[in-house]
């Protein structure tokens, strides 16, 4: 699927981490709001601890499979909240993010975090979805 909604960028610095200042959305016949997905396995267990980059893997993975379930997919996503105990560490691997949207550039907040649900967390991705 793709995006059908328009992208504001004011400024072109953004276009290098991969999200957009603002999204408009058409009037969309449904709103999809995701609870944070972080790197857990189908049974809650979390995945990789110490390895934010095996997690953020699996938190998209995760994020992917509730969009599936919706009907919907990563390309009408419109809005991501990153929550991460380790800044430095996730934006190592920012390039994982940029490539896991390819084209979708949506509207993205980090926020730096003491500690999430589980202690072995490093990141948790919380997101929003315009359907068509």
Avoid: K
């Amino acid at each position: 699927m793709s995006p059908t909604y328009e992208t504001i960028n004011p400024w072109v610095w953004q276009d290098q981490f991969g999200f957009s200042q603002a999204v408009a959305t058409p009037t969309p016949s449904r709103w999809l709001f995701l609870a944070g997905q972080g790197p857990t396995a189908s049974d809650g267990s979390v995945v990789s601890p110490g390895d934010i980059g095996a997690q953020l893997t699996q938190a998209f993975d995760n994020l992917e499979t509730v969009l599936a379930q919706a009907g919907s997919d990563l390309s009408q996503v419109v809005r991501l909240t990153y929550y991460t105990t380790d800044m430095d560490a996730l934006l190592a691997v920012w390039s994982l993010i940029t490539q896991r949207l390819a084209d979708n550039r949506p509207a993205s907040t980090v926020l730096g975090v003491t500690r999430l649900a589980f202690s072995e967390m490093l990141l948790e991705i919380e997101a929003t979805a315009a359907i068509p």
